[in-house]
């Protein structure tokens, strides 16, 4: 068996305490990887912005679909001149904001399904949409 044989820090003109740290941040680089695996990658804030248009989410025109991941914030902001909320009549759990002119709401949606959002004000036949979490 052949042993490695590693000069002392102060043979590599490295001050003597040099060897203990680059050891010690060796061994928590280790223990990072054992505890969240090779291929772990980091978490990332996750955000998806929806406008909130005069009569209308997302766009002008039709019933938009938005699909998020769990856990991701939705922001719903606010453009325009006309008062509007954002309110689930139909998904696994209900939220909603409060009415307002400008301003922006947000939800962090933590269970997976298919919502149906509207505007209160204005009804599900002028705003509506589709949020589907994953």
Same mark, same amino acid.
């Given at each position: 068996m052949r042993k490695l044989l590693v000069p002392p820090a102060s043979a590599r003109g490295l001050p003597a305490s040099a060897g203990g740290l680059v050891i010690a941040a060796l061994a928590a680089s280790l223990v990072? /990887?054992?505890?969240?695996?090779?291929?772990?990658? =980091?978490?990332?804030?996750?955000?998806?912005? /929806?406008? /909130?248009?005069?009569? $209308? +989410?997302?766009?002008?025109?039709?019933? =938009?679909?938005?699909? /998020?991941?769990?856990?991701?914030?939705v922001k719903w902001v606010w453009r325009g001149d006309s008062v509007h909320n954002v309110k689930v009549t #139909? @998904? =696994?759990?209900? +939220? @909603?904001?409060?009415?307002? #002119?400008?301003?922006? $709401?947000?939800?962090?949606?933590? #269970?997976?399904?298919? $919502?149906?959002?509207?505007?209160?004000?204005? @009804? =599900?036949g002028d705003q509506s949409m589709k949020l589907v979490v994953e």
């Open positions: 990072t /990887v054992a505890l969240l695996g090779a291929g772990a990658v =980091p978490a990332v804030a996750v955000s998806k912005r /929806v406008k /909130v248009g005069d009569n $209308y +989410f997302v766009r002008d025109g039709g019933v =938009p679909t938005v699909t /998020v991941r769990k856990n991701t914030k #139909r @998904g =696994p759990v209900t +939220f @909603g904001s409060g009415t307002m #002119r400008t301003g922006r $709401y947000v939800k962090k949606v933590t #269970r997976k399904g298919e $919502y149906t959002l509207i505007c209160t004000v204005h @009804g =599900p």
